[in-house]
């Protein structure tokens, strides 16, 4: 008995399951008597002279998922009606010895009664009836039954499970054969599971339960029952919401399952990392990374890792990323991976909050639980989310598209989940941990958005780096389903080493996926770079860049300038000085329209500087090249030639002459430095590139011959410059993307 009870205090973790401990189960059982002792008086509970040799009840089943508790409602009844009339029910047990010794020589006429009705049997109690037409509730599974059962026995003390022990032996001799009393919490749970069904067992618990006064762990049990069918639903409600994509602008787009075009991307510890600086022509040591700041790699499954968590006392973790570098992406895969049980099991709750759905109801006074109800109905089932083995966890993805700013310095405090608040002092509290501070909050976000929140509410910050050169390869040969089109498309890319490069952002792997997908199905291989700019960029701007058009029309011709003068200077870097030089904001640049990013470099080491840069290097001499041409198109100015358009104002400006003057700067240039801007530049005049950039222009042109004449200069330029030969040639590609058209 020492053993016993050793072995019932020992802490096994919630989340094992029944077939992790099936072998010492099955060697528990074994040394238990295969007969047990049933006295003929209460009397002589410990030592009856008069026992009966019974047989062994029926093996258990190969699993308890192919069993059904109705298989058991009348197992026994006949061939055991003997042994079930000499034995005592439980409020017996307890009885005095005078009254069970009175009358031995009844026994006799016992003996006959039994044998004039050998087939009558007691009534099953009621948790013992199962109505067979009645359907099992999906949610209630071997796994979840078995965990829920071992987690309410070890809240017993050890004298509350010996009582438990017996009494379920004594109540339900129709069931239990063997005494109880030598098996531990896992042993008892198995016994009732193989030998009653899922149903049956938790029905007898709670009335043992209740019968011995543990109310509070009766309540418990049927607040865990209740919690696994709405979670169920829950998890319907999410893989309906989330198992698909949607290639386009809005869910009215293409939509694909999720599972299709599911890769790898690459995380970071730490908010130290610097953009991708990598580049065809240059080197750009300001924007390189600096070797402290490097941070260890972390795998999808190690975000809210359960041993990292209770280790570092993680609560709330940041995400930060560039735009269309993954975030949604990975949260996404976060999401369908604990509908379908993948990963993060121990997360009980999983509950997206997504900013752009809370920007709907931003102006209204709610209670936090009503929030959560009226994003998921089916949570109404569930009257608090503080409760004992239910962990939950909010995704709060998007945080720069929330369109009130929250001040998380000044914002009153808030604890009471039911009582109403406006939304930003119910998302400012749960991020902080004065709401719910049990549960996980994961918050994603682009870079700049992340200043306001207090350093000491972040307890790890991550970053999404989009693909690394094999993640990027996978997902075209994960999500184009002919494999040599797939083939042919990583041939290509890797064949044009800028396109390889940019191609590190997720969003930019769709932009040029789609174009080629198209393009390659007839034949054609586009060498040009600037219509898969181009696509991003007006991608850009239907998502939230008209935000900026309707405040300042402006807006892309500042930046672009600003993109211009620095790459005239060779600066990538842009200052704080630089934002008010031209008018900008960095929060237009960095969160709206998504353009530019931010991240901190370790100077020393009490001291962080932070950095602000385009999005990519390229980026930056796209939107120069940008500003060029609407430049030449809105004021019919050719920019490259500085000042002396000024001295004859009445002239007009010719496209060919642009074209000549960019040509020129290029191939005087050191190094490359013009020539990625030179192609962006021409690109530009293709009639589906205006038509991309019509929210921009006010009009598009056909400029067929002045395209055609710039070609001619070109291999003019190639006879005096045959060095650069590559490089103009693809100048040449970009005039025209469709060889065989030309």
Same mark, same amino acid.
């Given at each position: 008995?020492?053993?016993?009870?050793?072995?019932?205090?020992?802490?096994?973790?919630?989340?094992?399951?029944?077939?992790?401990?099936?072998?010492?189960?099955?060697?528990?059982?074994?040394?238990?008597?295969?007969?047990?002792?049933?006295?003929?008086?209460?009397?002589?509970?410990?030592?009856?002279?008069?026992?009966?040799?019974?047989?062994?009840?029926?093996?258990?089943?190969?699993?308890?998922?192919?069993?059904?508790?109705?298989?058991?409602?009348?197992?026994?009844?006949?061939?055991?009606?003997?042994?079930?009339?000499?034995?005592?029910?439980?409020?017996?047990?307890?009885?005095?010895?005078?009254?069970?010794?009175?009358?031995?020589?009844?026994?006799?006429?016992?003996?006959?009664?039994?044998?004039?009705?050998?087939?009558?049997?007691?009534?099953?109690?009621?948790?013992?009836?199962?109505?067979?037409?009645?359907?099992?509730?999906?949610?209630?599974?071997?796994?979840?039954?078995?965990?829920?059962?071992?987690?309410?026995?070890?809240?017993?003390?050890?004298?509350?499970?010996?009582?438990?022990?017996?009494?379920?032996?004594?109540?339900?001799?129709?069931?239990?054969?063997?005494?109880?009393?030598?098996?531990?919490?896992?042993?008892?749970?198995?016994?009732?599971?193989?030998?009653?069904?899922?149903?049956?067992?938790?029905?007898?618990?709670?009335?043992?339960?209740?019968?011995?006064?543990?109310?509070?762990?009766?309540?418990?049990?049927?607040?865990?029952?209740?919690?696994?069918?709405?979670?169920?639903?829950?998890?319907?409600?999410?893989?309906?919401?989330?198992?698909?994509?949607?290639?386009?602008l809005t869910q009215q787009g293409q939509q694909k399952l999720f599972e299709n075009v599911c890769t790898d991307l690459l995380i970071t510890e730490g908010g130290n990392a610097a953009v991708n600086s990598e580049h065809e022509f240059r080197q750009i040591q300001e924007l390189q990374e600096?070797?402290?700041?490097?941070?260890?790699?972390?795998?999808?499954?190690?975000?809210?890792?359960?041993?990292?968590?209770?280790?570092?006392?993680?609560?709330?973790?940041?995400?930060?990323?560039?735009?269309?570098?993954?975030?949604?992406?990975?949260?996404?895969?976060?999401?369908?991976?604990?509908?379908?049980?993948?990963?993060?099991?121990?997360?009980?709750?999983?509950?997206?909050?997504?900013?752009?759905?809370?920007?709907?109801?931003?102006?209204?006074?709610?209670?936090?639980?009503?929030?959560?109800?009226?994003?998921?109905?089916?949570?109404?089932?569930?009257?608090?989310?503080?409760?004992?083995?239910?962990?939950?966890?909010?995704?709060?993805?998007?945080?720069?598209?929330?369109?009130?700013?929250?001040?998380?310095?000044?914002?009153?405090?808030?604890?009471?989940?039911?009582?109403?608040?406006?939304?930003?002092?119910?998302?400012?509290?749960?991020?902080?941990?004065?709401?719910?501070?049990?549960?996980?909050?994961?918050?994603?976000?682009?870079?700049?958005?992340?200043?306001?929140?207090?350093?000491?509410?972040?307890?790890?910050?991550?970053?999404?780096?989009?693909?690394?050169?094999?993640?990027?390869?996978?997902?075209?040969?994960?999500?184009?389903?002919?494999?040599?089109?797939?083939?042919?498309?990583?041939?290509?890319?890797?064949?044009?080493?800028?396109?390889?490069?940019?191609?590190?952002?997720?969003?930019?792997?769709?932009?040029?996926? &789609? *174009?080629?997908?198209? /393009? !390659?199905?007839?034949?054609?291989?586009? #060498? %040009? @770079?600037?219509?898969?700019?181009?696509?991003?960029?007006?991608?850009?701007?239907?998502?939230?860049?008209?935000?900026?058009?309707?405040?300042?029309?402006?807006?892309?011709?500042?930046?672009?300038?600003?993109?211009?003068?620095?790459?005239?200077?060779?600066?990538?870097?842009?200052?704080?000085?630089?934002?008010?030089?031209?008018?900008?904001?960095?929060e237009d640049a960095v969160v709206t329209a998504g353009l530019c990013t931010q991240f901190y470099r370790e100077k020393c080491m009490m001291y962080q500087e932070k950095v602000d840069c385009f999005i990519h290097p390229t980026m930056q001499e796209y939107l120069a090249a940008l500003y060029?041409?609407?430049?030449?198109?809105?004021?019919?100015?050719?920019?490259?030639?500085?000042?002396?358009?000024?001295?004859?104002?009445?002239? &007009? *400006?010719?496209?060919? /002459? !642009?074209?000549?003057?960019?040509?020129? #700067? %290029? @191939?005087?240039?050191?190094?490359?430095?013009?020539?990625?801007?030179?192609?962006?530049?021409?690109?530009?005049?293709?009639?589906?590139?205006?038509?991309?950039?019509?929210?921009?222009?006010?009009?598009?042109?056909?400029?067929?011959?002045?395209?055609?004449?710039?070609?001619?200069?070109?291999?003019?330029?190639?006879?005096?410059?045959?060095?650069?030969?590559?490089?103009?040639?693809?100048?040449?590609?970009?005039?025209?993307?469709?060889?065989?058209?030309?």
């Amino acid at each position: 008995m020492e053993d016993e009870d050793a072995m019932s205090d020992n802490s096994v973790p919630f989340g094992y399951g029944a077939s992790a401990f099936g072998s010492e189960a099955e060697e528990e059982e074994e040394d238990v008597a295969v007969h047990r002792e049933l006295p003929l008086r209460a009397m002589e509970w410990e030592s009856a002279p008069e026992s009966y040799d019974v047989e062994r009840a029926a093996s258990p089943a190969p699993s308890y998922e192919s069993m059904h508790s109705d298989d058991f409602s009348g197992a026994g009844a006949d061939n055991q009606c003997r042994i079930l009339l000499h034995r005592q029910d439980s409020s017996a047990s307890s009885c005095g010895s005078s009254s069970c010794d009175e009358k031995p020589e009844e026994e006799p006429k016992q003996e006959e009664m039994i044998q004039e009705k050998p087939s009558e049997a007691p009534p099953l109690k009621p948790e013992l009836l199962v109505d067979p037409k009645e359907k099992r509730y999906p949610a209630l599974t071997v796994d979840f039954t078995f965990k829920v059962l071992c987690n309410s026995l070890r809240q017993l003390a050890k004298e509350h499970f010996k009582r438990f022990k017996r009494i379920l032996w004594e109540r339900y001799p129709e069931r239990f054969r063997d005494r109880l009393d030598s098996l531990d919490i896992i042993g008892v749970v198995d016994t009732m599971l193989e030998i009653c069904g899922l149903e049956v067992s938790l029905k007898i618990t709670l009335v043992l339960l209740n019968d011995m006064n543990l109310k509070n762990i009766a309540e418990h049990l049927q607040g865990l029952c209740k919690r696994n069918e709405v979670r169920y639903e829950l998890k319907k409600t999410l893989r309906r919401k989330y198992q698909h994509v949607y290639e386009g602008l809005t869910q009215q787009g293409q939509q694909k399952l999720f599972e299709n075009v599911c890769t790898d991307l690459l995380i970071t510890e730490g908010g130290n990392a610097a953009v991708n600086s990598e580049h065809e022509f240059r080197q750009i040591q300001e924007l390189q990374e600096d070797g402290r700041g490097k941070k260890s790699l972390l795998s999808f499954t190690q975000i809210f890792d359960t041993a990292v968590v209770e280790r570092r006392h993680i609560r709330t973790v940041i995400t930060k990323g560039s735009p269309g570098i993954g975030k949604s992406f990975l949260v996404q895969r976060f999401i369908l991976d604990w509908v379908e049980g993948k990963s993060h099991q121990d997360i009980f709750f999983l509950l997206p909050l997504p900013f752009k759905e809370l920007n709907q109801v931003t102006e209204e006074t709610i209670g936090f639980m009503d929030l959560i109800c009226r994003l998921y109905p089916e949570m109404k089932e569930v009257d608090n989310l503080e409760f004992e083995g239910c962990q939950v966890m909010f995704i709060c993805d998007g945080l720069d598209e929330y369109a009130t700013p929250i001040d998380f310095r000044n914002i009153a405090y808030w604890c009471d989940h039911n009582e109403p608040a406006k939304m930003n002092v119910l998302i400012a509290n749960l991020i902080r941990g004065n709401l719910l501070y049990s549960a996980y909050v994961w918050v994603t976000t682009r870079p700049v958005a992340i200043n306001p929140i207090p350093a000491e509410c972040i307890h790890q910050l991550l970053e999404v780096r989009g693909f690394s050169n094999e993640q990027r390869e996978a997902y075209f040969r994960k999500t184009i389903p002919e494999k040599e089109l797939a083939e042919r498309v990583v041939s290509h890319i890797k064949s044009c080493k800028t396109l390889y490069i940019m191609c590190h952002v997720p969003l930019f792997c769709w932009v040029v996926r &789609k *174009v080629l997908e198209r /393009d !390659l199905q007839s034949g054609e291989l586009p #060498k %040009a @770079l600037t219509h898969f700019y181009t696509k991003l960029l007006h991608l850009h701007i239907m998502m939230r860049g008209q935000k900026l058009l309707s405040q300042d029309t402006d807006f892309f011709l500042k930046l672009g300038k600003m993109a211009f003068q620095l790459l005239e200077k060779g600066v990538f870097r842009i200052e704080k000085e630089h934002w008010k030089e031209y008018g900008l904001g960095a929060e237009d640049a960095v969160v709206t329209a998504g353009l530019c990013t931010q991240f901190y470099r370790e100077k020393c080491m009490m001291y962080q500087e932070k950095v602000d840069c385009f999005i990519h290097p390229t980026m930056q001499e796209y939107l120069a090249a940008l500003y060029v041409f609407l430049s030449f198109k809105k004021h019919k100015k050719n920019i490259l030639e500085g000042p002396k358009f000024k001295m004859f104002p009445g002239s &007009k *400006v010719d496209l060919v /002459d !642009l074209h000549k003057s960019a040509i020129d #700067k %290029a @191939l005087q240039a050191q190094s490359g430095n013009y020539d990625l801007f030179l192609r962006f530049l021409l690109g530009m005049s293709v009639e589906a590139n205006q038509e991309l950039l019509g929210i921009l222009l006010s009009n598009t042109a056909s400029y067929q011959q002045a395209r055609e004449q710039t070609a001619s200069y070109i291999k003019k330029k190639i006879k005096e410059y045959p060095e650069r030969l590559e490089n103009l040639q693809r100048c040449i590609d970009e005039l025209f993307p469709h060889p065989q058209r030309h």
